[in-house]
């Protein structure tokens, strides 16, 4: 069974550009989430679907960051303008129920300039 | 004050030694708890989920103490392959989402 798959695995992008970030979950999974682990801090929730819908999305940092699930399968995450704090590791989870084990995709190392 | 606390590390130990983490967590609410492992540049992943009871899989044994908020992971035997960030992540039920420490880095040498 495939795992967690995010696309692409690196991204150097320049400071005001827009970047997007995909995740395909684990088939039947219908909980998603997506962390972040930025340079020496520790991995941190961003927001949490169950199927197409946000179910909490208080992690995001701000506004500039948009995420969407449509049809409940992959999901992507939208970083518009970029800044030179979104840099960093983003993982993208997955899990069958919302208190079952979540499993990590490789992530996307994000690089703004 | 952070939710998962962790000593950072890094911990240099030998072949065959045995080593333990700790870890506390300041919700008491908080449900769930595991350890994850991450290799360099890589995705955590699941290493063993932490009962009150203890459990062991063989070389590692975890451990919580709900009334001292407190986890921790024992690794007996070191082994090279063992040599990554050990994460202990605990899963907030009310808000659905795993918090994590920020790692403890073992290096085992030969």
């Known amino acids: 069974e495939a795992g967690v798959t995010q696309f692409p695995s690196h991204s150097v992008i320049e400071k005001g550009q827009t970047v997007t970030l995909r995740c395909d979950p684990i088939?039947?999974?219908?909980?998603l989430y997506w962390y972040r682990r930025v340079m020496g801090k520790e991995i941190k929730f961003l927001l949490h679907f169950v199927k197409e819908s946000k179910q909490d999305e208080s992690g995001m940092p701000n506004n500039r960051f948009l995420a969407e699930r449509t049809g409940g399968t992959y999901s992507t995450l939208k970083v518009q303008p970029a800044e030179l704090e979104d840099s960093g590791v983003y993982f993208c989870a997955s899990s069958t129920h919302r208190t079952d084990t979540q499993y990590f995709g490789p992530g996307t190392r994000l690089t703004v300039l | 004050r952070k939710e998962v606390e962790q000593d950072p590390g890094p911990f240099n130990v030998p072949e065959g030694a045995t080593v333990a983490f700790n870890c506390t967590y300041s919700?008491?609410?908080?449900?769930?708890f595991f350890w994850y492992r991450q290799d360099c540049r890589k995705e955590p992943k699941l290493l063993m989920s932490v009962y009150s009871s203890g459990n062991e899989d063989g070389r590692f044994t975890a451990q919580l103490n709900r009334a001292s908020q407190y986890i921790s992971l024992l690794i007996r035997d070191s082994k090279l392959s063992d040599s990554a960030t050990y994460l202990c992540?605990?899963?907030?039920?009310?808000?659905?989402?795993?918090?994590f420490g920020a790692g403890t880095r073992l290096a085992v040498h030969p």
């Open positions: 919700n008491s609410a908080s449900q769930s």
């Open positions: 088939s039947g999974h219908d909980n």
């Open positions: 992540v605990v899963f907030s039920g009310g808000y659905n989402k795993l918090i």
